[in-house]
Nanobody, 124 residues
Framework: VQLQASGGGLVQAGASLRLSCETSGRAFSDYAISWFRQAPGKEREFVAA????????FYADSVKGRFTISRDNAKNAAYLQMNSLKPEDTAVYFC??????????????????WGQGTLVTVSS
């Protein structure tokens, strides 16, 4: 499974962005898709995950209520809608695919495949 993240950019605080994760390869619907982010000088952290359907989603507390993850299995794509962006959301955002169990869904080690990352910069 190959993943390609896109949609990052430079925005002001309070703005919105929508990230896309397009995939190629087999059986996209078999994989959970997650977004992680890594800010300069910090470790990669979990942002959001969606399992096989859009009714089964997980979020980091820091983005809950502002970000929405979704997937379109027909298009082999996943999305991260980011609203009310804050300067602390500035990071490189990565999408990842894997088959984690619920207890490990926030762990980067649970994902087999990673995209190259897209930079989101939020100015104050």
């Amino acid at each position: 499974v190959q993943l390609q993240a896109s949609g990052g950019g430079l925005v002001q605080a309070g703005a919105s962005l929508r990230l896309s994760c397009e995939t190629s390869g087999r059986a996209f619907s078999d994989y959970a898709i997650s977004w992680f982010r890594q800010a300069p000088g910090k470790e990669r952290e979990f942002v959001a995950a969606v399992r096989w359907s859009n009714s089964n989603t997980f979020y980091a507390d820091s983005v809950k209520g502002r970000f929405t993850i979704s997937r379109d299995n027909a298009k082999n794509a996943a999305y991260l809608q980011m609203n009310s962006l804050k300067p602390e959301d500035t990071a490189v955002y990565f999408c990842a695919a894997g088959r984690p169990i619920v207890s490990t869904i926030r762990a980067s080690s649970a994902y087999y495949y990673w995209g190259q990352g897209t930079l989101v910069t939020v100015s104050s």
